[in-house]
């Protein structure tokens, strides 16, 4: 028996056992007596409608708000958005009364099959892919719960248990947020990437993630495609938790990571470069990649090649994953050296925000989680606006930007007619008070209410 006949009979249990305790929190709108028998006469049921109602909507593209504002939705897909929309008898209406309704919120960079207790190289000897998917699930629910419907995932510990958790969610077995995944992340021999940071004597033989020289890395975006990811993740530069090279040593060269773009581009798939320092930053977007995630010693000339590509690649910083790992570091296990990385780097990735900023760059919208607590991905907000965003270019970032980076601007990303039905809602205005987004009471995703927390104002 090989290790995948062992290991897929133990994921698939895992999910029926999580799915069986998670379940339970979503409830489908709208289901009625009448439409399971209108079903069992064969005939097609009409779609479920739903009409939400809220003081104000901040539909993600950036415009003025709508006050008052109605979103109509039948089935997954919103299909009316107006002041005032007609309700009839039979249509059920959700009046969040003074609050404040908004898309579904995107991050760009998460890990959630990550446990944030766990460094990944003592994950990597001490637990089990079912750890991963037992974890993941957990996690996915608090972050859709958090108001986070949509996840660009950067990789697990266990190679694609992000592909099964996407599906087990697609299928309805957990809930979760839509997943963009990308399966087995590529790094060089004894960089960031690498987790033989052991004994030479000590052999990790399911990640098989290094891959060095274009003819390798070719091969690798193929074999991450083959097993079902959705875009590749490379490491062009050293990493913050991790004792290989240095974040700002760049750790492929300018050829290794064209050869990751030139690949994934035939598949039609998206790169995403995790680079910290310039060389590695300036390389990648040379390259062709989609996003340069963390880009903490983004500079000048970055910049201007970042205004120059006109929207090709994105800069997607990660900056609240710094005061996290500066409260919690010690508390969960993160070794002193990479404490010791992090505080030397984080002045210099706020600098690169607000040079950036200066330039007008979009900036995408991510947080790292499983760095920072999962759940908590509405902190990076407050940052950012402290470091001179405006509140709604932060919300349009983890929106309607996010949708646009990821290239899924026709199906999220914006309260409009023809999405998915992904809302989320707060009791206050976010315009006002950014930290509005940390207390999401209410959200929907494709039209299935998953959190339902609001204090209710009277209807009319
Ligand atoms: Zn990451």
């Known amino acids: ?24 929190v979503a409830v489908p709108i709208g289901s009625t007596g009448a439409q399971a028998g209108r079903a069992q006469a064969g ?7 739903v009409i939400v109602r809220a003081a104000r909507l901040i ?9 008052p504002a109605m979103v109509r939705i039948e089935g997954d897909r919103i299909t009316a958005v107006g002041r005032t929309l007609p309700v009839a008898a039979n249509e059920r209406v959700i009046d969040l009364g003074a609050a404040t309704l908004l898309p579904g919120m995107i991050d760009l960079h998460t890990h959630l099959t990550g446990r944030r207790s766990v460094h990944w190289e003592d994950a990597l000897v001490k637990t089990t892919p079912a750890f991963d998917a037992l974890w993941g699930a957990a996690n996915a629910l608090v972050t859709l719960q958090a108001g986070f419907t949509t996840c660009r995932d950067m990789g697990p510990t266990w190679p694609y248990v992000d592909v099964e958790l996407r599906n087990a969610i697609d299928a309805g077995a957990v809930p979760g947020p839509r997943m963009m995944v990308a399966g087995n992340y590529v790094s060089s021999t004894g960089g960031a990437g690498d987790a033989r940071q052991f004994s030479i004597y000590v052999d990790v033989p399911l990640v098989r993630n290094l ?23 490379i490491l ?34 998206q790169v995403a470069s995790h680079s910290h320092g310039a060389s590695s930053i300036i390389a990648s977007i040379k390259g062709g990649v989609r996003t340069i995630d963390h880009g903490s010693y983004l500079n000048d000339e970055a910049v201007t090649l970042l205004k120059a590509g006109n929207r090709r690649t994105f800069y997607v910083p990660t900056l609240y994953t710094s005061v996290s790992i500066e409260e919690d570091g010690v508390a969960i296990n ?30 995408g919208f991510a947080t790292d989680a499983a760095v920072i607590r999962h759940g908590d991905n509405a902190r990076e907000f407050a940052l950012r606006v402290s470091l001179g965003e405006s509140p709604m270019q932060s919300i349009v970032s983890a929106t309607s930007l996010n949708a646009e980076i990821m290239g899924w601007s026709d199906r999220v990303g914006s309260v409009e007619v023809g999405k998915f039905a992904d809302l989320v809602a707060v009791t206050g205005n976010p315009l006002v008070d950014i930290t509005e987004l940390q207390r999401v009471g209410f959200v ?14 009277s209807a009319r």
């Open 236 to 269: 062009a530069s050293g990493a913050v938790l991790s004792k290989g090279i240095e974040p700002g040593a760049q750790q492929y060269s300018d050829e290794e990571i064209q050869s990751a773009v030139t690949e994934a581009a035939r598949w039609g798939r």
């Open 211 to 233: 891959a060095d020289g274009p003819q390798e890395i070719m091969k690798a975006v193929r074999t991450n495609f083959k097993h079902g990811s959705d875009f590749i993740k």
């Open 43 to 49: 005939r097609a049921p009409a779609p479920d409608v």
């Open 1 to 24: 028996m090989t290790m995948r006949h062992v290991i897929r009979p133990i994921l698939r249990r895992a999910i029926t056992l999580a799915a069986r305790s998670l379940l339970c």
């Open 334 to 363: 993160i070794p002193a050296s990479e404490l010791e990385r992090s505080r030397r780097i984080t002045q210099v990735q706020n600098a690169g925000f607000r040079r950036a900023l200066a330039a007008g760059l979009p900036i």
């Open 444 to 457: 929907m995703k494709g039209g299935v209410v998953v959190v339902d927390a609001m204090r209710r104002q």
């Open 59 to 67: 539909d993600g593209r950036g415009g003025a708000p709508l006050e």
